[in-house]
């Protein structure tokens, strides 16, 4: 969509931002920027205690935070998109990073971040790509360890389902009011969507991990590493449990446990495996 056009129309006053930034000159620019453009419901915090208490207290529509706010800040963020923090798992994240600090680069993509932009950052450049990020949000990935857009940079599979999130920040500047309820409804929804895809992601791995140990055990090449992937299956299997059991899906829950188990007994014994085994793996590969 056209920014610029959307802009002449864009409604700004429902819009909530909280700016993470330890530095309070920069902390209270972005603030007045914010403002000035119509924003009023934003707020400052300078410390990753005060960013978590926030994130708790209201379900903001965009989340802007400095890499040096803290060491666990992008544990922090990956929670929030992980939707162990706070009431608005999609919430758009910018992540504010020192361009010579790779780490803090890469963290910033695996922590499930919107948009990185390179220190120093002019307060209003946030406010630009933030309009840019709402009506131009790339498709998420979901898997087991990671919520977020799609990034070929963070070794994805090139398979990964994807699907579009909730977007509340383009939402909301294109007049939609949320009240809390609706705003819970929204996200139960959607999230629903990204558990639905995790299993799919969880799927494609566990389609691959058993190629893998069946193809070992066809060429006779029976290594220890049979037993890390008969383990990376069985920890797959439990952690699609996990999910079937949030989707309240019973039955698939239950075969996950059930097959967990006997991937972890086959585990134990993979360097003479009983041909019932070898026969369930062959079963499980093509259910998935």
Same mark, same amino acid.
């Given at each position: 969509?056209?920014?610029?056009?959307?802009?002449?129309?864009?409604?700004?006053?429902?819009?909530?931002?909280?700016?993470?930034?330890?530095?309070?000159?920069?902390?209270?620019?972005?603030?007045?920027?914010?403002?000035?453009?119509?924003?009023?419901?934003?707020?400052?915090?300078?410390?990753?205690?005060?960013?978590?208490?926030?994130?708790?207290?209201?379900?903001?529509?965009?989340?802007?935070?400095?890499? &040096?706010?803290?060491?666990?800040?992008?544990?922090?963020?990956?929670?929030?998109?992980? @939707?162990?923090?706070?009431?608005?798992?999609?919430?758009?994240?910018?992540?504010?990073?020192?361009?010579? %600090?790779?780490?803090?680069?890469?963290?910033?993509?695996?922590?499930?971040?919107? &948009?990185?932009?390179?220190?120093?950052?002019?307060?209003?450049?946030?406010?630009?790509?933030?309009?840019?990020?709402?009506?131009?949000?790339?498709?998420?990935?979901?898997?087991?360890?990671?919520?977020?857009?799609?990034?070929?940079?963070?070794?994805?599979?090139?398979?990964?389902?994807?699907?579009?999130?909730? %977007?509340?920040?383009?939402?909301?500047?294109?007049?939609?009011?949320?009240?809390?309820?609706?705003?819970?409804?929204?996200?139960?929804?959607?999230?629903?969507?990204?558990?639905?895809?995790?299993? &799919?992601?969880?799927?494609?791995?566990?389609?691959?991990?058993? @190629?893998?140990?069946?193809?070992?055990?066809?060429?006779?090449?029976?290594?220890?590493?049979?037993?890390?992937?008969?383990?990376?299956?069985?920890?797959?299997?439990?952690?699609?449990?996990?999910?079937?059991?949030?989707?309240?899906?019973?039955?698939?829950?239950?075969?996950?446990?059930?097959?967990?188990?006997?991937?972890?007994?086959?585990?134990?014994?993979?360097?003479?495996?009983?041909?019932?085994?070898?026969?369930?793996?062959?079963?499980?590969?093509?259910?998935?």
């Amino acid at each position: 969509m056209n920014v610029s056009k959307a802009s002449k129309r864009m409604k700004l006053d429902k819009v909530s931002v909280l700016i993470a930034e330890q530095a309070e000159p920069i902390r209270a620019a972005m603030l007045a920027m914010l403002k000035q453009q119509g924003i009023a419901q934003c707020r400052g915090v300078h410390d990753l205690k005060r960013m978590k208490l926030a994130l708790k207290e209201h379900p903001f529509d965009l989340v802007v935070a400095a890499d &040096d706010l803290d060491a666990d800040v992008f544990r922090t963020l990956r929670s929030v998109r992980m @939707g162990q923090l706070g009431a608005n798992p999609f919430s758009v994240i910018t992540v504010m990073v020192d361009q010579t %600090n790779a780490r803090s680069l890469k963290r910033s993509m695996l922590c499930g971040a919107d &948009d990185i932009l390179l220190k120093p950052v002019v307060p209003r450049k946030v406010f630009e790509r933030a309009k840019h990020i709402a009506y131009n949000r790339l498709p998420f990935a979901a898997t087991k360890d990671y919520i977020g857009p799609y990034r070929k940079q963070i070794g994805l599979h090139p398979s990964t389902p994807l699907l579009e999130v909730l %977007n509340t920040l383009r939402d909301k500047m294109e007049g939609k009011s949320f009240s809390l309820e609706s705003l819970k409804e929204a996200v139960n929804t959607c999230m629903a969507q990204v558990r639905d895809v995790q299993l &799919d992601s969880l799927a494609l791995r566990l389609e691959y991990t058993c @190629g893998l140990v069946l193809k070992a055990y066809a060429n006779q090449n029976i290594t220890p590493a049979i037993q890390t992937n008969l383990a990376d299956l069985t920890e797959s299997l439990r952690e699609a449990a996990k999910i079937a059991r949030a989707l309240t899906q019973p039955d698939l829950y239950k075969t996950c446990l059930s097959l967990a188990d006997r991937t972890e007994a086959l585990a134990a014994e993979y360097d003479a495996p009983e041909p019932s085994s070898l026969e369930l793996l062959g079963k499980l590969s093509r259910a998935f």
